[in-house]
DNA sequence: GAGTTTGAAACT
DNA sequence: CAGTTTCAAACTC
């Protein structure tokens, strides 16, 4: 702490205008419109929102720190369908901190009013928070998780670096934030800390999830080839996101009661939300990018640079703030997807897997694919390989032995797959034909679509998918792991949960026959699915786990959100909240 | 730790 | 969009 370089210059973090403001926003009136959230908190449910509606969720908490095992952290245990319900929860208890309630109301950096803050951008906490909050106010919001471990992750002075690109229009950002600690990123690692605290699962980056599938390929012994990897090993407790926690090695065995899932235990959100930032444990050692192209690891994690790069010239800190954002910005106008998670799950995840948990399920796939020409995509030149996953047909490679699945078996799966692609698309476009007749039926405002027609099929009218992208990911390696853990423990002794993973599993009464598997989910990865269409221009958008979890009723009950664009108005006009 | 190899990213 | 260059990680020694 020394320089303190850059304390957000932009905004001024407005006085938190007490909670009151915050129920009297649209925003807060239609999360309040919905039934079954509502209850349950609005507030974060908003925070949600917020967070969620930035286009390609791109930032995210990273922690640039040594890989801390994370003793406290208590396997969250977690049954398969599951998933979907921790990460929407997560996503929910991310803002509990900025919840006045109890201990938080005192506590500065926390107030809720930094949510709310329009300046802050929809990103609960952001920079405000973090500046505002000391280190008391972090750990105060940490402690509200029971979070013990951050703080001893702080302390391991391993500073969090946080890019928050997706603020890029809002002058403080969660980089700010870091920034805001002190100049050295170091510095910001309490602040950074507070933000760590509002953007748990959320903030997992985007390309973390790659890094994620491959830990837990890697940590599993009997899941996948190990592939040993400095970084991986280095890396590993930290890289590993919510889905690791529940993997955890080193602890008990998920609950597949799933009841006690980290959701409900705000400690362990804390915890998943360390885990969401170990994603972006990167270093790099660029001499000519400045650290401002995807070749740097830093940013193209959406990170900042820290102590232990040996970059040069590096322009990846909070100080730059400015110019990474633009960078940034410059190089998603080129590709939209830059930022977005390198691997990516389908839906029909496990089910090709079988028992061969050598292979990463076909639905996990490397997003662009890879064009190896002499690693054999055996080694970590290899993105596929590298990323714990399978090459697909979407791979240029020659002569591919990827250990997580060839290519050419991908293309088999693919084949097979599509007939069964095809029926759902005709299932789909079933869908929507009834869907337009219901609306011509009624034009009731809200898609009262019955759910039993494939409804789920359709984009969620919950537009929350514009920034979910990383978060989805995440779910999806989680799902993952959790299958690794379970069959690693011998607990998985049907493969139909897994196979009917998303969508048939978690609501299978909503979609019709053909329809399940992938639903919810958009097979990015498959060239053959037009399903890929469906997600809005943001594209890396994945419905939301939410779609299959039990709560999946919420979302049905949400009518179209507001309006994204207003809440993004609101990030750079005056607040309503 | 230096040098080489590799393939993604960036550029043309 | 294909070809080339640049770049930094991964790898080898």
């Given at each position: 702490m020394?320089?303190?370089?850059?304390?957000?210059?932009?905004?001024?973090?407005?006085?938190?205008?007490?909670?009151?403001?915050?129920?009297?926003?649209?925003?807060?009136?239609?999360?309040?419109?919905?039934?079954?959230?509502?209850?349950?908190?609005?507030?974060?449910?908003?925070?949600?929102?917020?967070?969620?509606?930035?286009?390609?969720?791109?930032?995210?908490?990273?922690?640039?720190?040594?890989?801390?095992p994370?003793?406290?952290?208590?396997?969250?245990?977690?049954?398969?369908?599951?998933?979907?319900?921790?990460?929407?929860?997560?996503?929910?208890?991310?803002?509990?901190?900025?919840?006045?309630?109890?201990?938080?109301?005192?506590?500065?950096?926390?107030?809720?009013?930094?949510?709310v803050?329009?300046?802050?951008?929809?990103?609960?906490?952001?920079?405000?928070?973090?500046?505002?909050?000391?280190?008391?106010?972090?750990?105060?919001?940490?402690?509200?998780?029971?979070?013990?471990?951050?703080?001893?992750?702080?302390?391991?002075?391993?500073?969090r670096?946080?890019?928050?690109?997706?603020?890029?229009?809002?002058?403080?950002?969660?980089?700010?934030?870091?920034?805001?600690?002190?100049g050295?990123?170091?510095?910001?690692?309490?602040?950074?800390?507070?933000?760590?605290?509002?953007?748990?699962?959320?903030?997992?980056?985007?390309?973390?999830?790659a890094?994620?599938?491959?830990?837990?390929?890697?940590?599993?012994?009997?899941?996948?080839?190990?592939?040993?990897?400095?970084?991986?090993?280095?890396?590993?407790?930290?890289?590993?996101?919510?889905?690791?926690?529940?993997?955890?090695?080193?602890?008990?065995?998920?609950?597949?009661?799933?009841?006690?899932?980290?959701?409900?235990?705000?400690?362990?959100?804390?915890?998943?939300?360390?885990?969401?930032?170990?994603?972006?444990?990167?270093?790099?050692?660029?001499?000519?990018?400045?650290?401002?192209?995807?070749?740097?690891?830093?940013?193209?994690?959406?990170?900042?640079?820290?102590?232990?790069?040996?970059?040069?010239?590096?322009?990846?800190?909070?100080?730059?703030?400015?110019?990474?954002?633009?960078?940034r910005?410059?190089?998603?106008?080129?590709?939209?997807?830059?930022?977005?998670?390198?691997?990516?799950?389908?839906?029909?995840s496990?089910?090709e897997?079988?028992?061969?948990?050598?292979?990463?399920p076909?639905?996990?796939?490397?997003?662009?694919?890879?064009?190896?020409?002499?690693?054999?995509?055996?080694?970590?030149?290899?993105?596929?390989?590298?990323?714990?996953?399978?090459?697909?047909?979407?791979?240029?490679?020659?002569?591919?032995?990827?250990?997580?699945?060839?290519?050419?078996?991908?293309?088999?799966?693919?084949?097979?797959?599509?007939?069964?692609?095809?029926g759902?698309?005709?299932?789909?476009?079933?869908?929507?034909?009834?869907?337009?007749?219901?609306?011509?039926?009624?034009?009731?405002?809200?898609?009262?679509t019955?759910?039993?027609?494939?409804r789920?099929?359709?984009?969620?009218?919950?537009?929350?998918?514009?920034?979910?992208?990383?978060?989805?990911?995440?779910?999806?390696?989680?799902?993952?792991?959790?299958?690794?853990?379970?069959?690693?423990?011998?607990?998985?002794?049907?493969?139909?949960?897994?196979?009917?993973?998303?969508?048939?599993?978690?609501?299978?009464?909503?979609?019709?026959?053909?329809?399940?598997?992938?639903?919810?989910?958009?097979?990015?990865?498959?060239?053959?699915?037009?399903?890929?269409?469906?997600?809005p221009?943001?594209?890396?958008?994945?419905?939301?786990?939410?779609?299959?979890?039990?709560?999946?009723?919420?979302?049905?009950?949400?009518?179209?959100?507001?309006?994204?664009?207003?809440?993004?108005?609101?990030?750079?006009?005056?607040?309503?909240?």
């Amino acid at each position: 702490m020394d320089s303190t370089p850059k304390k957000k210059p932009t905004t001024n973090p407005p006085p938190p205008p007490p909670l009151p403001k915050f129920e009297d926003s649209p925003v807060f009136n239609f999360i309040n419109s919905l039934s079954p959230i509502k209850p349950l908190k609005s507030i974060h449910i908003t925070q949600t929102f917020n967070s969620i509606s930035f286009p390609s969720l791109p930032v995210f908490t990273s922690p640039k720190r040594p890989n801390f095992p994370n003793p406290s952290r208590s396997s969250p245990p977690v049954s398969s369908n599951e998933g979907a319900v921790i990460i929407m929860d997560q996503l929910l208890e991310i803002f509990v901190p900025e919840i006045p309630t109890a201990d938080h109301a005192a506590t500065p950096g926390m107030q809720p009013p930094e949510t709310v803050n329009p300046d802050a951008g929809e990103v609960g906490i952001s920079s405000e928070a973090m500046e505002l909050g000391s280190d008391e106010a972090e750990d105060e919001n940490c402690d509200s998780f029971g979070n013990k471990p951050l703080l001893n992750l702080q302390s391991g002075n391993m500073p969090r670096r946080c890019l928050d690109f997706e603020m890029a229009g809002t002058p403080n950002t969660a980089a700010t934030a870091t920034a805001g600690g002190d100049g050295s990123i170091r510095g910001s690692s309490s602040s950074s800390s507070s933000f760590r605290c509002t953007l748990p699962g959320i903030g997992l980056h985007l390309n973390a999830i790659a890094a994620t599938l491959k830990h837990e390929n890697l940590s599993h012994p009997s899941s996948s080839a190990s592939i040993s990897s400095p970084n991986s090993v280095q890396d590993q407790p930290l890289m590993t996101s919510s889905a690791t926690e529940i993997e955890n090695p080193s602890h008990e065995p998920a609950n597949l009661n799933g009841e006690n899932l980290n959701l409900i235990n705000p400690k362990k959100n804390g915890t998943l939300m360390e885990n969401a930032e170990i994603g972006a444990c990167k270093r790099c050692n660029c001499k000519k990018s400045k650290c401002l192209k995807l070749y740097c690891e830093c940013f193209a994690a959406g990170v900042y640079c820290i102590d232990p790069c040996s970059c040069q010239e590096c322009f990846n800190q909070p100080i730059h703030e400015a110019m990474v954002l633009e960078t940034r910005r410059q190089i998603e106008s080129r590709n939209p997807l830059a930022f977005a998670p390198k691997v990516i799950m389908n839906s029909d995840s496990f089910s090709e897997l079988g028992d061969d948990s050598n292979k990463t399920p076909a639905s996990a796939r490397h997003k662009r694919g890879c064009n190896c020409k002499k690693s054999s995509c055996l080694k970590k030149y290899c993105e596929c390989y590298q990323g714990g996953v399978g090459c697909s047909i979407n791979c240029r490679c020659e002569g591919c032995k990827n250990a997580f699945g060839r290519k050419d078996e991908s293309a088999v799966i693919e084949t097979d797959t599509k007939q069964e692609e095809e029926g759902r698309e005709h299932c789909l476009k079933n869908a929507e034909v009834q869907k337009d007749e219901d609306q011509q039926n009624s034009n009731s405002a809200v898609p009262s679509t019955p759910l039993g027609r494939c409804r789920s099929l359709i984009p969620l009218p919950f537009q929350l998918k514009r920034k979910l992208p990383s978060f989805i990911d995440d779910e999806s390696s989680y799902r993952l792991s959790v299958r690794f853990k379970l069959e690693k423990q011998g607990i998985i002794q049907t493969e139909t949960k897994f196979e009917k993973t998303p969508s048939a599993d978690v609501m299978p009464e909503t979609i019709c026959n053909g329809c399940s598997s992938s639903t919810g989910v958009v097979k990015s990865v498959s060239p053959n699915s037009k399903r890929i269409t469906l997600p809005p221009p943001q594209g890396d958008f994945r419905p939301l786990p939410s779609t299959r979890i039990g709560r999946k009723l919420i979302l049905q009950s949400i009518p179209s959100f507001p309006s994204l664009t207003n809440l993004n108005s609101r990030v750079n006009g005056p607040s309503e909240l």
